[in-house]
């Protein structure tokens, strides 16, 4: 089945800087329905007004880290099967390994390029 | 332990029993009295081990005047603000993130401008398009440089906490450790370019792992 470009994607991200970047790469690879939220608090809010097919999340953002909001994601029933793909500088086994147990659908560690967002997100949506 | 050791830790206890009682509180200074105190009491005795124990004592209360001299330059204010020296770097580094993420902002928008002329043009204006792509992605470093003056933000804060608590010793305030109940061990921020795993090391221990049940 074709990916859905329209496909309503959340990104969130303590830096305005990284969010642009994400929108802009996500843009070039014809997504345009992008949301923003500056932590995992937020992202909360934003999920209660909107359904979202795909997450893109930072890991260290305070009060809520992106660790917090996956965990609340695959809690809840109508996100528990929302594609998560943590985008993170944590790089250490340890962190991949909490994160992949608490149901990270894929891990980018920055920095990172295109090609890799690309590949990623390919391996959650499928191929486009 | 000698005759001696014993009566001295004692006395010791006792003086600084009663200075608390006198004063509220001890102080560093106090304490190094107290130790030279003792060892003017020392003296007189020719026993080694009231001699070694004499020795140590003069060293404890000379380094505990260097440490406190030291304590308090670290706090001292000697950029002719009201700033403390540590908090006048820890200014100069957040002054440092505002300017890179300024900066960064700009070379953002100038990146989007070229990709979006460019993107006009039709496809002999293709590698102009990737270039601008790889401008954006080159700007990963401003998000690594920030958290990397974050973390060190973090500790210079801790670190004046600590010195002026040091400073203020034997002072009974309770510690404020970090009582948010929270465990940010795996929060440890970008690792430097040396000990940093590649996303290779990442995707081979990712699809290693088993799915959550």
């Known amino acids: 089945m074709a990916v859905d470009k329209n496909l309503s994607i959340l990104i969130v991200d303590d830096y305005k800087t990284m969010l642009r970047i994400v929108k802009n790469l996500l843009k070039q690879l014809g997504f345009d329905n992008v949301d923003e939220a500056t932590d995992g608090g937020m992202a909360i809010e934003k999920m209660k007004e909107k359904a979202y097919g795909l997450i893109i999340s930072d890991w260290n953002m305070e009060p809520v880290t992106g660790l917090d909001l996956l965990k609340h994601v695959r809690s809840d029933e109508k996100t528990k099967s929302v594609p998560f793909i943590m985008v993170t500088a944590e790089s250490k086994p340890e962190n991949v390994v909490v994160a992949k147990q608490a149901g990270v659908s894929n891990y980018i560690v920055k920095p990172f390029n295109a090609e890799t967002l690309k590949a990623k997100l390919e391996s959650v949506l499928g191929a486009f | 332990m000698s005759n001696t050791q014993a009566k001295l830790g004692t006395a010791m206890l006792k003086s600084l029993i009663s200075l608390r009682e006198q004063k509220g509180a001890v102080n560093i200074e106090d304490v190094g009295a107290i130790l030279e105190s003792m060892a003017h009491t020392l003296h007189t005795s020719d026993g080694e081990a009231d001699r070694f124990l004499r020795e140590e004592i003069r060293k404890m209360a000379a380094y505990i005047g260097e440490a406190n001299k030291e304590i308090l330059a670290l706090g ?94 034997f002072r009974t305030e309770a510690a404020n450790a970090n009582g948010d109940g929270k465990d940010n061990s795996l929060l440890s921020g970008p690792p430097l370019p040396d000990n940093a795993a590649t996303q290779a090391d990442i995707d081979a221990l990712f699809s290693g792992l088993q799915p959550k049940k």
């Open chain 2, 76 to 169: 001292a204010n000697t950029q002719g603000n009201n700033s403390s020296n540590l908090a006048d770097a820890s200014e100069r580094l957040g002054a440092v993130v505002k300017a890179t993420e300024e900066a960064t902002g700009r070379i953002l928008d100038a990146a989007e401008e070229i990709q979006t002329l460019a993107g006009k043009m039709g496809e002999p204006a293709k590698p102009i398009v990737a270039a601008g792509m790889r401008i954006i992605e080159a700007c990963n470093f401003q998000d690594l440089t920030g958290q990397r003056i974050a973390k060190v933000l973090k500790v210079l804060d801790h670190l004046e906490t600590r010195i002026l608590r040091l400073a203020e010793l």
